[in-house]
């Protein structure tokens, strides 16, 4: 217990916020990414062969099924798993940004001294509650971090949608719309989301790294000059 105190005194609220620990936590997952990519493509390329292969042994044999009816179940097995995949992750991700999200507005809530907690506040979504935590109990002004708030607020909407419809938006505006179609590695067909590629992934964690070190600065510039 003395060791934990000693540690809700120190500077730990500061690194828990730094680019080395946001790291630690997301560098595991994009690893994972990279060698998945590696196997669905080796994976894909093993179909191939088998494939030439059967249609080579059976080419003088008209009564032969074709290849694809041989392998069927395979083939759309291996197309399917990117999206489940990239879905599942997608999720991981979104979920480990709320939990860093709340450890951070824990440390800091210790660090002012503060008895409130972010389950305290009333309205809102949980990472909006963090938000509005930081700004009107620990009293930050992270207004310089819209753009960035603005685009996890995207991604936001594009995990609600996965997690508790199946991937379909039920409204789209026009701001969404654009984001979609600007973002790589994303794909939007008749209101169903498709994250067909990791660099989508990747690309939202870079955004997170981001979000959390930039609020690093404006935090300590912040508590420290209190």
């Known amino acids: ?3 934990i105190n000693r540690m809700g005194d120190s500077k730990l ?3 828990h916020a730094d680019e080395v620990m946001l790291d630690f936590k997301f560098d595991p997952i994009i690893s994972y990414l990279e060698e998945s990519e590696v196997m669905i493509r080796r994976k894909g390329e093993e179909i191939k062969l088998k ?7 059976h080419a003088d044999n008209p009564d032969v099924p074709d290849a694809f009816d041989i392998y069927e179940n395979e083939v759309l097995n291996h197309e399917k798993f990117p999206e489940l995949l990239n879905n599942s992750i997608f999720l991981v991700i979104y979920s480990l940004f709320e939990s860093h999200f709340e450890e951070l507005c824990v440390l800091v809530g210790k660090k002012i001294g503060s008895s409130l907690h972010v389950k305290d506040l009333a309205g ?5 509650l963090c938000r509005n935590y930081l700004v009107k109990v620990v009293g930050v002004d992270l207004e310089p971090l819209n753009t960035e708030w603005a685009q996890i607020r995207k991604h936001q909407i594009l995990r609600n949608a996965i997690a508790h419809n199946k991937g379909k938006l ?3 505006d026009a701001d969404l719309e ?3 179609e600007n973002k790589p590695g994303v794909n939007l067909v008749n209101h169903e989301i498709y994250i067909e590629k990791i660099s989508f992934l990747t690309s939202f964690i870079d955004l997170i ?3 959390f070190t930039n609020m690093n600065s ?3 510039k912040h508590i420290y000059k209190q």
């Not at 809102?124 to 909006?128: M, R």
């Open 170 to 172: 039920k409204k789209i």
């Open 209 to 211: 790294k981001k979000y």
């Open 218 to 220: 404006i935090l300590a």
């Open 1 to 3: 217990m003395a060791r």
């Open 13 to 15: 609220w500061l690194f």
């Open 178 to 180: 654009r984001f979609i």
């Open 51 to 57: 494939f030439k292969k059967w249609e080579k042994e």
């Open 124 to 128: 809102g979504n949980y990472i909006e």
